[in-house]
């Protein structure tokens, strides 16, 4: 009796211990799902937030891209170093021939800029003989003008605004004649006095003191003579360093005066010409001045 009461036993602690070792296994399975789970769900939620943060720095990335290339509008092209553009000058007999196109050998389209679609700027070498002319348009890019050039060395400054496209004014050399192979250097003095009369119509330049990248006003008094509407205003200022390569066209800051703003990015002697029209005839005014 005892005997079997004992092997009762031994039967019952087996059964329990299979239970417990039993019950320990599926729930260290059940774990192990939850944990496999967890885990998988927190590297979804993780490519989930990555992916989130990517498509936000792309659409940020596009947002400023497409904010910058809306708000550069033209101005930003002129921030260009490179130009898209390239223009060629020749001169032969009297006949000034411009040839525009971009990189494709195409002809661009010019945009108006005070009715006209080019303003043609050239000084001799020296900086002393000055021309502003408007060539016309005969297909394919080809822009002519006839002028008679005296012989001499020219810079020349093909002033544009191609529609879309970058384009960076710079001089082009010119030579007419054969007695100037070589460009002469200019040798500026600054004017003392900064009162000019020519074809008996005096014109007295005032400007704010020339400083480095700030706002210079440029005022033309014209002596009590209204000028009459040239290109659209009252007057046009062109301004070249002394080395002839700087340039700038600046326009009125307004219909009612002959008062003109502008920047220098650098020291230095630059010459100043303020054209006025008076009695239907231009007339250009040049000033020598100082930036320090």
Known sequence: MKQKNMLAWAVSAIVYLGLVIGGYSVSASLNGNNDHTDTHTAKINGNEEKESIN??????????????????????????????????????????TIDVKDKDQKSPKL???????????????DLED???????????????????LPENSYKVFVDIKPKNLAYQVSPIELLVGKGHGEHE???????????????????????????????????????????????????????????????????????????????????????VWGEFKFDGKVNSYPFVIEVK
Request: charged share 25%; glycine share 8%.
């Open 55 to 96: 498509e936000q720095a792309h659409n940020d990335n596009h947002t400023s891209q497409k904010s910058d290339g809306e708000d550069s509008g033209h101005s930003g092209h002129v921030a260009h170093s490179k130009s898209e553009v390239v223009t060629n000058v020749k001169y032969e007999k009297g006949l000034i």
């Open 111 to 125: 945009e108006i800029s005070h009715e006209k679609s080019m303003h043609l700027i050239i000084v001799s070498a």
């Open 130 to 148: 000055y021309y502003h002319l408007h060539p016309v348009k005969k297909g394919n890019g080809m822009y002519t003008q006839k002028f008679a």
């Open 185 to 271: 250097e200019s040798s500026l003095k600054i004017d003392t006095n900064l009162t000019k009369t020519i074809n008996e119509k005096t014109v007295e330049l005032t400007t704010t003191e020339p400083g480095i990248n700030k706002d210079v006003t440029l005022n033309f008094d014209t002596k009590g003579i209204t000028s009459e509407p040239y290109l659209g205003a009252l007057g046009h200022v062109v301004i070249l360093d002394d080395k002839g390569e700087k340039f700038v066209h600046v326009h009125p800051t307004s219909e009612e005066k002959t008062q003109f703003e502008t920047k220098f990015d650098k020291p230095g002697i630059y010459k």
